[in-house]
């Protein structure tokens, strides 16, 4: 059974854990403001909030997902609001609305709410408004009508009202200015309540913590673990095969919190399976090793979306053109492996793929842990990039990345990485062997450059053609040295 | 004054076609598609699939009662297919189940027998095999053939635009209820009620009376929902009719994809001929229009390039001449702008064509040959109440074009990787359908005896605001406050044999009519006070609830006398209906008068190329726009806005793929890109012109849904130039959409890539 808030309901469901919030709120719940535009993601029209307690913690996290493709098992526990769980009296606007009337920031009216609660999401984030983090809360929101602009001028407002919240009781506050109901005041209680009736459920009140795990969760026989779909965001597989994974037993990993968490460990750093790409751009761990991150990022998904997937779920699709696998690559990251019977062994990224979606991986291994080398901070360069139609929330026509060491002026070890340009995201091995023992000269960069021509296979599709897909990486991997400052103009 | 509407769309409580309430024992249908893009259809065995748990019923082409028929211009496209299927994703036949998951889980589980035959895609080689929807057709003015020998330069060319999908984020789709009466209520969301009532009345073999068909409002439409709403609604009433039972059909946003026609790509040719003053003394265009497997509304589309073919330059010999071309594609449709930006983009490419090769400033030869008061179309209606100059003159000076063209040279001095693209986009748009019967409404207006007023037109809302003016409309007239209006639903029953909403014009149609019909309310209240209160009519008015009698409180106020009214049995409701005036167009010359009025503008768009990577941000479009006397600028900034930012999306990133078997690659949200939020201009000014608008302009405020989009193709050619600053010699083609691949390989066309010395020696 699952239980969680909707809105200010306590839900108690036996829906499959796999099936979606969206059409659990849509047509169990009958709740009509959440609208349907794509159910992949792309568009943000069925956005809505999720809140999480964490462990100890009195304030709820609130984070704006697409229902379409959370799965219900990953609102166990939480607080889920929709538009109608923070709209006020009929007759009033919260200010998130008001702006966006204000503005005219709504035409047809079927992508509103979806921003509406971006919007208030970004309200009730525990980082203060900025007027760069009020744009970046809409950036999975598509609006076909307005061109934009007049969303920006809600925001806007919108931002300028936020400069007076207060950085603590910000829920006290944003409740009196009418942002929320009243009743948010009461969410952090009522989830702790949540909680400790699970626990006391489970453990016959001894003082185990439990982690807001879904409770499907529970162990399964090595057959059933072979079968059941291991599930994290949902971002990929809820996308693929929805009517598939809602009719399985999956197994949630989402939140189980073993799976978390990102820390350095003497010259490595590892990250829990279930990393969100928001809880890497959040980590300190992070940043402090790779400083670049948060523009890289920024060209990975959307807000909510990255909010939701997980950097595992990413290697474990095997899109040639996984942004996170193609970082990772060039960081030289491996994988832990666990299969049913707890048995664990270590893989490079690298060796994961055999080939188009296929890896070196049993049916019942789950990755629990990816770990790399940290960079050293004196001699060692990373550098992302990406080129897609869309410049934002787009999959890559090709990306790659670089990490290089460097000593006197020369390369004394390099990984480049590259996707869209073969069956598998990929490492370019002769490409990086081409530069060790150089001197950082143009000529370096070209016998890179021209070695990388025949390391790569793209094939044209919807992305580009493949002349261009080999154009673009031999332009990209110049692009690393002039953004690393190895090369001037 | 705000969009009324979104006091609504905020708290989630608008209405859209998925939300209505269901029916208990409601029927979930879901759409069998032709797996081939062109064959014979040999068999079609639903067996299996109505073994299928909750499975109620397949519903094939055998199984339509009247006429397998939904073609709106020219008959040529079955509601279900028969005998062939033209195109991946027609409707072959239609599953209904106990609930949407099992409707489409049957849909693998019927099978559908093609023997294939060549597919076309490409509407050059659809020409050249005679494969046309309908006969071309030439506008002709003065002697072009004639003409070339005293041209001092002559230029030509080829020019390609992609098509476009619309995108609207509520899909297609509609909800039927059999009636008592035999026959069938359908909600729909569609801009063109009468067209989906039209049709499914044919199909079912009942009269139009038969079929009502209601709309409250659309999540987007952009043309997209205006003929091809039908199929959608006819397949729910088919359901509903056979089996008794409420049906309800929602496509998926792919299916939506596949099934849908677009944008119409065009393939055309350009030949331009100038004086030694840069005077556009000949122009020749040939379009060759990409129309799908059926005419839909292609031939519409194709009359509408030719009559922008010349957009908004003066130009006295033209011959232009359009080919609708059959492929084995989903049937294109309409989308804003209508086969105009098509048309458009040609002369501005033949423009830029010819100023690259005399090597002067695009912008010299446009200025010089704008339209001026008077002078004619080549469909031979003159240009009246002219701002073509006025509005490139005035963004020229407002937006200072000299300057931005020192800053982008500056700049591209300054900047070896970066160059930055400056381009001038004047456009003149026609207001009207141009099948001129087309251009009549009706409004139907109550007035309640508590003094509100229910108001019930043709006009379909999906977000261009036609409500919130419609309602303006009528509360100015009526002398009353907005508050006591309602704009109702759109529905057959209540105004009939209406116009689709669209060609721009739905707001002077049903808010001309509006007007007229509150006109003859309030001369019916007035006498009615002039006897009650014995005061003479001519001085009598309402203004603010208040009656006035040459200017002063008379005692009396709309309450008052709308109560007094229904007491003395006076009628309280109006209908009204509005033709606009001395339209007329013959198409067998090609001549006449087809428009209303001209709209008028002019944008400076400014880019920015990274020449490494190709990519690019458009960093600013500066506009002056005719909205004439704009009733709501707020909602027309909104048009403005909206139009340009999806006329960007076309020249840019919008980008449909269909392989040469005719499968649409770029299917979904993921393939399929619109702008988003970041790729927006930072800068996009509206200037609102000082211009009278027009008498035939409801209110004299100009229409404005269409023309905004056309801004957008100066984008492309600001692409262009950016990309020739980098690249002098590039050869590049006219051809949009202008994706970053586009720009990357014409940066770099001497790359060879595998194998052979990397040739990018700028570096």
């Not at chain 2, 040719?269 to 129309?291: H, P």
Request: charged content about 20%; overall charge negative.
């Amino acid at each position: 059974m699952l239980q969680f808030y909707l809105n200010d309901q306590l839900i108690r469901t036996d829906q499959p854990a796999g099936s979606t919030l969206l059409d659990f709120v849509r047509y169990n719940q009958h709740l009509k403001g959440t609208k349907i535009g794509c159910r992949e993601g792309d568009c943000g029209a069925c956005t809505v909030l999720v809140g999480e307690l964490p462990a100890g913690e009195a304030v709820v996290r609130y984070q704006s997902m697409t229902s379409c493709l959370t799965p219900l098992g990953n609102a166990h526990g939480k607080h889920v609001v929709t538009v109608e769980g923070i709209n006020a009296a009929r007759g009033t606007l919260t200010p998130v609305q008001q702006a966006i009337v204000q503005e005219n920031g709504s035409q047809c009216g079927f992508c509103t709410v979806g921003f509406v609660m971006s919007l208030t999401g970004h309200a009730l984030s525990a980082r203060p408004s900025t007027p760069t983090s009020v744009l970046a809360s809409m950036d999975g929101n598509i609006c076909r009508c307005t061109g934009y602009k007049s969303l920006e001028r809600a925001a806007a407002h919108l931002h300028e009202q936020l400069t007076a919240r207060p950085a603590t009781e910000a829920v006290g506050w944003l409740a009196d200015q009418q942002f929320v109901p009243a009743y948010f005041a009461a969410m952090p209680a009522r989830l702790q309540a949540l909680r400790d009736a699970a626990t006391a459920a489970t453990t016959g009140g001894s003082e185990a913590t439990i982690p807001t795990a879904a409770p499907v969760a529970k162990p399964l026989d090595a057959p059933a673990a072979a079968r059941a779909r291991i599930l994290g965001g949902g971002t990929d597989l809820l996308v693929q095969q929805p009517e598939h994974v809602r009719a399985i037993p999956v197994e949630l990993v989402f939140d189980q919190t073993q799976l978390r968490g990102i820390r350095r460990d003497g010259d490595v750093i590892r990250l829990g399976a279930a990393t969100t790409a928001q809880q890497l751009l959040e980590s300190e761990v992070m940043l402090a090793v790779v400083p670049a991150l948060p523009r890289f990022l920024k060209l990975v998904s959307s807000t909510p979306i990255r909010q939701m997937g997980t950097v595992a779920g990413n290697f474990i699709n095997a899109s040639p053109i996984g942004d996170l696998t193609i970082m990772f690559l060039a960081l030289g990251a491996e994988i832990e492996l666990e299969d049913a019977a707890g048995q664990r062994r270590a893989l490079p990224l690298a060796d994961l793929y055999l080939g188009y979606k296929q890896l070196a991986k049993t049916a019942d291994e789950q990755v629990t842990e990816i770990r790399f080398p940290a960079p050293a901070a004196a001699s060692d360069h990373f550098n992302f990039e990406k080129v897609s139609k869309r410049t934002h929330l787009d999959i890559a026509s090709v990306n790659t990345a670089a990490w290089l060491r460097l000593e006197d002026g020369v390369v004394r070890a390099a990984r480049l990485s590259a996707g869209g340009v073969g069956p598998v995201p990929m490492l370019l091995p002769r490409a990086a062997a081409a530069l060790v023992g150089q001197p950082l000269s143009t000529e370096t960069l070209r016998r890179a450059q021209e070695v990388a021509q025949q390391e790569i296979s793209p094939i044209g599709d919807v992305r580009g053609t493949a002349h261009y897909k080999r154009l673009l990486l031999h332009q990209l991997l110049e692009a690393h040295f002039v953004e690393l400052g190895l090369l001037t103009d | 004054m705000n969009h009324l509407d979104p006091i609504r769309h905020v708290r989630g409580e608008s209405q859209y076609l998925d939300d209505v309430p269901e029916q208990h024992g409601t029927l979930y249908a879901a759409v069998v598609e032709s797996p081939l893009a062109h064959g014979r259809l040999l068999a079609v065995d639903a067996s299996a699939a109505l073994l299928r748990p909750g499975v109620v019923r397949v519903i094939l082409a055998a199984d339509i009662p009247g006429t397998n028929q939904i073609g709106g211009i020219v008959p040529d496209e079955p509601l279900l297919a028969e005998g062939h299927v033209h195109f991946r994703g027609q409707p072959v036949a239609l599953v209904l189940a106990e609930s949407e998951h099992a409707a489409h889980a049957a849909l693998a589980h019927v099978r559908v027998d093609v023997d294939p035959l060549p597919v076309l895609t490409d509407p050059r080689v659809a020409a050249a095999q005679g494969e046309l929807l309908v006969p071309p057709r030439t506008f002709r003015i003065g002697d072009s053939a004639a003409a070339w020998a005293g041209c001092a330069h002559v230029f030509e060319g080829v020019a390609e635009s992609g098509g476009q999908e619309h995108l609207y984020i509520e899909t297609q789709g509609a909800y039927a209820f059999p009636t008592e009466m035999g026959g069938v209520r359908i909600i729909s969301s569609t801009q063109g009620p009468t067209a989906v009532q039209r049709h499914t009345a044919h199909v079912l073999g009942l009269g139009m009376h038969q079929v009502e068909v209601d709309v409250t409002r659309l999540g987007g439409g952009f043309g997209g929902k205006e003929d091809q709403a039908t199929p959608w609604g006819a397949l729910a009433a088919l359901g509903a009719f056979l089996t008794r039972r409420p049906v309800k059909l929602v496509l998926d946003r792919m299916a939506d994809m596949r099934m849908t026609g677009k944008r119409h790509p065009y393939s055309s040719d350009f030949k331009i001929g100038l004086d030694a003053d840069l005077k556009i003394v000949a122009y020749e265009a040939t379009f060759y229009q990409n129309g799908g497997a059926a005419a839909d509304l292609s031939p519409a589309v194709l009359e509408r390039t030719l009559f922008h073919s010349t957009n908004t330059y003066f130009i006295p010999n033209v011959t232009a001449t359009a080919y609708s071309c059959r492929t084995n594609l989903p049937p294109n449709t309409a989308f804003r702008g209508f086969g105009g930006p098509q048309g458009m983009f040609v002369i501005e490419s033949a423009l830029a064509c010819a100023a690259e090769q005399l090597g002067v400033a695009t912008t010299e030869i446009q200025r010089r040959n704008l339209l001026r008061e008077g002078d004619l179309f080549p469909y031979r209606q003159p240009a009246e109440l002219c701002h073509a100059e006025q509005a490139w003159d005035t963004a020229a000076q407002r937006f200072d074009l000299p300057a931005r063209r020192r800053e982008v040279d500056a700049f591209n001095q300054a900047h070896r990787w970066q160059k930055q693209g400056l381009a001038v986009m004047p456009i003149c748009f026609g207001i009207s359908f141009t099948k001129t019967a087309m251009n009549q409404a009706r409004a139907l207006v109550h007035i309640y005896t508590d003094g509100t007023v229910g108001v019930s037109t043709g006009a379909v809302e999906m977000g261009q605001g036609v409500n919130t003016k419609i309602a303006q409309v009528a509360a100015r007239t009526l002398g009353i406050g907005l508050h006591r209006i309602k704009v109702e639903s759109t529905n057959t029953t209540r105004v009939a044999n209406t116009s689709p909403s669209a060609a721009s014009a739905t707001a002077d149609l049903n808010g001309k009519a509006t007007e007229l019909a509150c006109r003859a309310l309030r001369e019916r209240i007035l006498r009615l006070a002039s006897t009650e209160l014995s005061l003479d009519y001519e001085g009598l008015h309402i203004e603010n609830e208040q009656v006035l009698a040459a200017g002063k409180p008379a005692d009396s106020t709309w309450e008052k006398l709308v109560s007094a009214a229904y007491w003395q049995r006076v009628s309280l409701s109006e209908n009204a209906h509005y033709a606009t005036p001395d339209l007329h167009f013959d198409a067998t010359t090609n001549q006449g008068y087809p428009f209303a009025y001209h709209v008028y503008g002019t944008a400076l768009t400014t880019v920015t190329v990274d020449c490494r990577r190709g990519t690019y941000t458009v960093d600013a479009v500066q506009i002056a726009h005719d909205f004439g006397q704009s009733i709501n600028p707020q909602v027309d900034l909104g048009q403005i806005e909206g139009g340009t930012v999806q006329g960007i999306g076309w020249m840019t990133l919008e980008e449909l793929v269909y392989n040469d078997e005719g499968r649409l690659l770029s299917n979904s949200l993921n393939a399929y890109k619109i702008p988003d939020l970041y790729s927006v201009p930072p800068v996009l000014d509206v200037h609102f012109l000082d211009t009278p608008g027009h008498p035939r302009a409801v209110l004299r405020s100009k229409a404005v849904g269409e023309p905004p989009l056309m801004y957008g193709i100066g984008t492309y050619f600001a692409l262009r130039d950016a990309v020739r600053a980098f690249n002098p010699d590039s050869t590049i083609s006219f051809s949009a959409p202008m994706t970053p691949e586009k720009v990357l390989v014409n940066l770099y066309p001497e790359f060879v890539g595998a194998g052979k010395a990397a040739a990018v020696a700028r570096g």
